[in-house]
């Protein structure tokens, strides 16, 4: 079973749709969550973090953790092309290391 | 977007070769790692330096070896690669106290292995 896995897609959503990317994690312990976005060519970049079960929101994203699902999601609303990318969700267990999964490429279409 | 660099940006060297990448972080952080990045593949961590120590070696072939002079700076040495080992390079810098773990991650290089 993969540490943290997601949905590899491609996910399309219609301009000013919401966009629902999901992320599941093996490791019950593991301990802060972060989101990761990803243009073509591009490095990473973080967008969003997560440490305490709940929402957290910033602008057009949410955050969702659920811990005793192992569950972490990303909501973006007022989905916009330039919104087209690789999504990485990565995971902290204990040492400081993260664990990535492989991402969920988003189209998002005018 | 400046917080973290890496240069160079493209490398194409022959299997023979002997280069370095090098890294820079600008944000007062005192822990750097490298990954490499694939096709179709996860990041995957290689090495992990906290306060100009190793502390996280992932099984990397002795063909890549890591420096980390200071807390703001850290390369990675390259010698007789092999064409699979063509991939894009991420260094990335974070705190390694307090309860923020953020990782941010520099541009990257992109390394082609001829």
């Known amino acids: 079973q993969k540490e943290v896995e997601q949905n590899s897609g491609p996910l399309s959503v219609p301009e000013g749709a919401i966009a629902s990317l999901n992320c599941t994690y093996s490791?019950?312990?593991?301990?802060?969550f972060f989101w990761y976005r990803q243009y073509s060519g591009k490095s990473p970049e973080l967008i969003m973090s997560i440490y305490s079960n709940g929402d957290k929101e910033d602008g057009r994203f949410t955050a969702q953790l659920n811990k005793a699902s192992q569950y972490v999601s990303l909501l973006i609303r007022d989905s916009q092309p330039s919104d087209s990318a690789t999504y990485l969700c990565a995971v902290r267990l204990g040492a400081r290391q993260l664990t990535f999964g492989s991402g969920t490429q988003l189209t998002v279409l005018p | 977007e400046t917080g973290v660099t890496q240069t160079p940006r493209h490398l194409v060297m022959g299997m023979t070769n002997k280069k370095s990448l090098k890294c820079e972080q600008h944000l007062g952080h005192n822990a750097m790692y490298w990954y490499k990045q694939s096709a179709k593949k996860p990041l995957e961590l290689m090495f992990v330096y906290s306060l100009e120590e190793r502390v996280e070696n992932n099984s990397v072939p002795s063909r890549f070896s890591p420096e980390c002079p200071n807390s703001s700076h850290l390369f990675l040495h390259l010698h007789t690669l092999q064409p699979e080992d063509s991939a894009l390079y991420l260094c990335?810098?974070?705190?390694?106290?307090?309860?923020?773990?953020?990782?941010?991650f520099g541009p990257g290089t992109r390394l082609t292995v001829t």
């Open positions: 490791d019950r312990g593991s301990q802060s």
């Open positions: 990335a810098s974070s705190r390694w106290t307090g309860s923020s773990y953020e990782q941010y």
